[in-house]
């Protein structure tokens, strides 16, 4: 003969939920007092617009900080040509000199700064 295992019972309704079951078939009836119905959910707090220009203000200037530096660093000699990095894996000195690379490099440090001006003008006129 096998064992019988007991039948999964049936979970019991939280307090909160019974209440708000109990509150919703009162509110129907017309002689419940108001102080019985349920508050409606508060929305989230907003961020204040203090917070957000600043974190708007701080992301530009990075961006742009960013951008100025990976422009300028394949032309300056001294961080270029002379990197330690450089040094120690001569091929990727071979690769580093090559012209376009240099070029990619500044491209990508443009376009940082295309994403900083684009962002600190997409917000402005979205504060207007």
Known sequence: MMPSQPEPSLPTPSAPAARARVTTSAAASPSVAPAEIPLTRQDPPRI??????????????????IGLAVSFAPWIPYFWDRNPLFEQFPTLAIIAANGAVRGVVSGLGILNLWYAIQDALHSRSEHK
């Open 48 to 65: 204040p617009v203090w917070l957000e220009r600043g974190e708007l203000f701080l992301r530009v200037l990075l961006r742009m900080y």
